[in-house]
């Protein structure tokens, strides 16, 4: 079974400067597709950014970017300029390619990195 | 347009009592997702209809629970005999064809208290 992990429960970083948030995956299948989830206190999830596994481009959504290390099974996240907008939970996420079949194109959620902005 | 909306926004119900949390997904999204959020287990999946059937209901975690969609549309997760241990906020998500790459939009939630 495929599993997500975020080590850092928290972090913080100072308006305008650069963060990067740690996401590790264990896998054994070579396609897959990874995500990165924002939560607000409103409690709505917004997708910031998403890579395909084949692609070895890391992917990029303005001040958002990712670091994907395939043999690594890394995907880390980083906010350049960070803003005050930017606090919430992070969510890194797992999702299985159809090429493996099954009928599942389920979420696996990492538990998450909460990101206090300071002013 | 509109987004996935949930409602009610709050739900508190006395344990052994049955609730109903209804989801409607965007229009004309035909994949939709039922997860859960609780502060011992995470963000977990709960179930997955594509149309009116669901293909995954791997996890729900028991058969207290379970879940409906109809006309392809809105979607109504069901849980019976509530137990305190379902207290949670319980989200619910859709995506144009529920491919890999597919981006999932979530509703606001669900708080599902149970007392």
């Known amino acids: 079974a495929q599993t997500v992990t975020q080590s850092q429960p928290e972090m913080s970083v100072q308006e305008a400067e650069t963060v990067t948030l740690s996401c590790t995956y264990d896998?054994?299948?070579?396609?897959?597709?990874l995500f990165w989830y924002k939560q607000p206190p409103s409690r709505q999830m917004i997708l910031v950014i998403r890579q395909e596994a084949y692609k070895q481009q890391n992917a990029t959504e303005n001040r958002f970017s990712v670091n994907f290390q395939k043999a690594a099974k890394s995907f880390s996240l980083k906010i350049s300029d960070s803003q005050l907008g930017d606090a919430a939970m992070y969510f890194c996420?797992?999702?299985?390619?159809?090429?493996?079949?099954?009928?599942?194109?389920?979420?696996?959620f990492g538990t998450g990195t909460l990101l206090a902005v300071q002013p | 347009g509109a987004g996935v909306s949930q409602s009610p926004s709050n739900k508190v119900t006395e344990k052994g009592k049955d609730v109903e949390l209804r989801c409607d997904p965007i229009?004309?999204?035909?994949?939709l997702y039922w997860y859960r959020q609780s502060l011992g287990q995470g963000l977990e999946f709960l179930i997955y209809f594509q149309g009116n059937s669901a293909p995954d209901k791997s996890g729900l975690p028991s058969d207290r629970f379970s879940a409906e969609r109809t006309g392809g549309s809105v979607s109504t997760l069901t849980i019976q005999r509530t137990q305190q241990e379902d207290s949670a906020v319980y989200l619910c998500?859709?995506?144009?064809?529920?491919?890999?790459?597919?981006?999932?939009?979530f509703g606001p939630g669900t708080r599902l208290t149970v007392t």
């Open positions: 998500a859709s995506s144009v064809t529920g491919g890999g790459f597919d981006e999932q939009y």
């Open positions: 996420a797992y999702r299985t390619s159809p090429y493996y079949g099954g009928a599942t194109n389920k979420l696996i």
């Open positions: 229009s004309g999204h035909t994949a």
């Open positions: 896998t054994s299948e070579s396609d897959y597709y």
